[in-house]
């Protein structure tokens, strides 16, 4: 479908998206001097997916927010990554901003020399290279959401898991999904890397529901249904009123009548216990 300005609003709004789930962590973190629930491998794994799929979209000819989106990713996944170390294995400032940037300036020039060289293939009709960085890039990507799995699957709980960060995540990849539909052609490569994350994503979302919503659910449902029988079972209740009041109507000829009457029993007997009252 050739929607450029469709395909840039959506790219643009995924690019956003995954710089905004990324921020205000780093905001966390610098606040409460801590990285608490972070894991150091899955901010790599990220920076790494992040060149990777660079790669795929500057070479497929995305939009200039798609271009965008993989660097800002690599580069806010990095400095997470550099809190990790300092605040979790007490890595001293220097160290860490070295590590940092020798960390940003490798990465950037491997997807430089990725980017030419994948040009060079392509003016020789040479495709698998592209299709072999839009693998990586969604293994990656998966490997990190992966590592939530792992962690739920060890715990047998959700807790500690970020639902506003993976929600985040997870509208970023549909509306870079929407963005690369909206290409001058499909790409199935492309779509495939935003899309598997999704699922992985929306796994996150149902498990999340397993441990945390279906036990509210059911405690709800349970505490429903304790009101609903203590108050039937309370002597003077609506439900009595109305159940002796069915054993004694029999002058209607037909339910509806039948139903009215019942109505206007109930209310007078109720009224009748208020002025007792």
Request: hydrophobic share 45%; charged share 15%.
């Amino acid at each position: 479908m050739n929607q450029p300005v469709i395909s840039n609003v959506f790219g643009t709004l995924g690019a956003t998206c995954w710089s905004i789930q990324l921020v205000p962590q780093i905001v966390l973190n610098y606040r409460r001097h801590s990285a608490a629930g972070l894991s150091t491998g899955f901010m790599l794994l990220w920076s790494m997916a992040g060149i990777f799929l660079g790669t795929y979209n500057i070479v497929s000819g995305f939009n200039l927010a798609l271009q965008i989106q993989p660097q800002i990713l690599s580069t806010l996944s990095l400095i997470t990554m550099g809190q990790c170390l300092y605040y979790a294995r007490n890595w001293g400032l220097i160290k860490v901003s070295a590590f940092t940037s020798c960390m940003m300036v490798v990465l950037g020039s491997l997807e430089y020399t990725f980017v030419y060289a994948l040009q060079i293939g392509i003016q020789r009709d040479t495709e698998w290279p592209k299709t072999f960085m839009s693998a990586l890039a969604a293994a990656l990507l998966v490997a990190g959401v992966a590592e939530q799995y792992a962690a739920i699957y060890k715990n047998k709980s959700v807790e500690g898991i970020s639902f506003l960060f993976c929600g985040l995540d997870a509208l970023g990849d549909i509306t870079s999904l929407i963005s690369v539909i909206f290409e001058p052609q499909v790409n199935i490569a492309g779509s495939t890397i935003y899309a598997t994350e999704l699922l992985f994503w929306l796994g996150i979302f149902a498990l999340g529901f397993y441990y945390k919503g279906l036990p509210k659910s059911r405690r709800l449902i349970r505490t429903v249904r304790a009101i609903l029988l203590t108050y039937q079972s309370r002597p003077g209740s609506r439900q009595t009123d109305v159940q002796d009041i069915q054993l004694e109507s029999t002058s209607s000829s037909t339910s509806v009548f039948r139903l009215a009457q019942i109505g206007n029993q109930v209310r007078e007997r109720e009224a009748q216990r208020l002025d007792t009252a």
